[in-house]
């Protein structure tokens, strides 16, 4: 479990970036930070494994305050995956870049040999292996990052814009993933714009803008919530656009993907033809 | 007129075993706005650097077939002769700025040219309004929120006066209202100057109203060309993994069971029309 209570931070240059944040992210949850360039939830986030110490205020991790421990001992716990993969890359391989925490971790060679097979061949990228991951396209350096924490298996997982540079299909698998992780009990906390990749997993949403949080609750009704979603510079999803023109004709609030919109049309005609 | 013209165009970068793009035929008339979409490693990248020259001049490898771009083919003329026909916008701004102030950016490939001064100080000042950052014109580029960069990129290739604009992924690395101000800017500048689009493009919900055209490609080849309705509807759009917009995934999940909309959308106010004439009926 996560909290953040009161939490202020200022950056040597200044800028406030949170200002008065307040948030607790129970075992298991999935949740999505969304809200403007700027508005705090990078921030935010890296003060979950305590790559940031709150100013003012206090982040607890399972009960303990992050000012109290390492970062060593919180990033195992908490693993997270910068918005710029250039920022967290750094080895001469591939492979190397996702075995490099695993032995830091202490697990044996043949476990880090198993875990990193089993990544690299999850996420594509088993034929870049022994390939520099700065020849690599920003969408592909992005799959070496993600893969480089998932192979320790942290508690949490918090991907930092995910879907940058990720085509359709790359797309799908990392929301494939996202869920298999969450059956497995995994708490993923994922900071995006991507309204349309958020429409499909439908998770609870955290709007953020100037430094705090400024909604909170289920995707179906943030991003239905045209006049929050204006304040956190964020446009409804296509599908969600197209039903809130249409609930005085009957159709149902909250509807934000394909599946549902279609459920929601067919359910409508049948009941107007009986 | 056509302005854009491929013959078999093949390029095989040197070290690679296949072509990256292989037999390419294409033809673009001036004035048209081409939406290229196409799964991470299709070709379309390699594709747009063969439009302003950067192919075969500053990526070696095996260039085979012809490339014509406002007449010139791109082999005889170098990248900077080019340039003054053809302006490149890339995914990322910051690698394309800088210069301390915007105005000094956008002037930057001007001063390369040998224009007087006086014509260079009024395209810079008609490129900067062109694209609305003339308020920014003394700020510095880490000053600028990603929107206002990627726009002050465009200035920089607009102020050349170049025929085709050649935009890769221009949006990818900005938030949904940057995305949406740097779209509406180069639909702008095709309706109201002619100027020829050539896009790549990952975000379709936000891209496709503005096109003209729509080009699918994969494994470094055009597997589909032609009205975006009818490329973005189509199955093969689906199977080669297109994020095509969710009205028209919506418009065949509703065609599956049965239900025909009389036109397939492409943007949100379509579908509403739409679905507004099925509940009526």
Known sequence: MIEAKGVYFRYPNGVEALRDATIRIDDGELVAIMGPNGA???????????????TKGEVFVDGVNTKEVSIASLARKVGYVFQNPDHQLFCESVEEEVAFALRNFGFDEAEVERRVTWVLEFFELTPYKRKSPFTLSV???????????IAWNPK??????PTLGQDYFQKEKLRDFILRLRKRGGTVVLVTHDVEFVSELKPRIVLMADGRVMADGPAESILTDRAILKEASIFPPQIAQVFLELVNVGLPKGVINVEDAKGALLRLLRSMRS | ??????????????????????????????GEFVLIAGPSG???TTLCRCLNGLIPHFYEGELKGDIFVTGLNVKDHSIRELARYVGMVFQNPENQLFALSVEKDVAFGLENLGLPRSEMMELIEWAMKAVGVYELRDKAPYELSGGQKQRVAIACVLAMKPKVLVLDEPTSSLDPFGARQVLEVVRKLNEELNMTVVLVEHRLDLAVKYATRAIV???????????????LSSKEAISIGIDVPKVVKLYRALQEV????????????????????VLKR
């Not at chain 1, 705090?40 to 709150?54: A, R, S």
């Not at chain 1, 949490?156 to 814009?161: K, N, P, S, T």
């Not at chain 2, 490609?217 to 490329?231: A, E, F, Q, S, T």
């Open chain 1, 139 to 149: 969408g592909e350096r992005k799959r070496v990052t993600i893969a480089s924490i």
């Open chain 1, 156 to 161: 949490v997982i918090i991907l930092d814009e």
């Open chain 2, 258 to 277: 049965g239900l025909t909309l009389s036109e397939v959308p492409i943007a949100a106010e379509e579908m509403v029309q739409l679905l507004q004439e």
């Open chain 2, 217 to 231: 490609m994969n494994d470094g080849r055009i597997v589909l060309d032609g009205d975006p309705r009818d490329v």
């Open chain 2, 1 to 30: 007129m056509t302005i854009i013209r491929a013959n078999g165009l093949t390029f095989t970068y040197s070290g690679q075993l296949r072509p990256a793009i292989e037999e390419v035929h294409l033809s673009i008339e001036e």
């Open chain 1, 40 to 54: 705090g939830k990078t921030t935010l986030v890296k003060h979950f494994n305590g790559l940031l110490k709150p």
């Open chain 2, 42 to 44: 299709c070709g379309k």
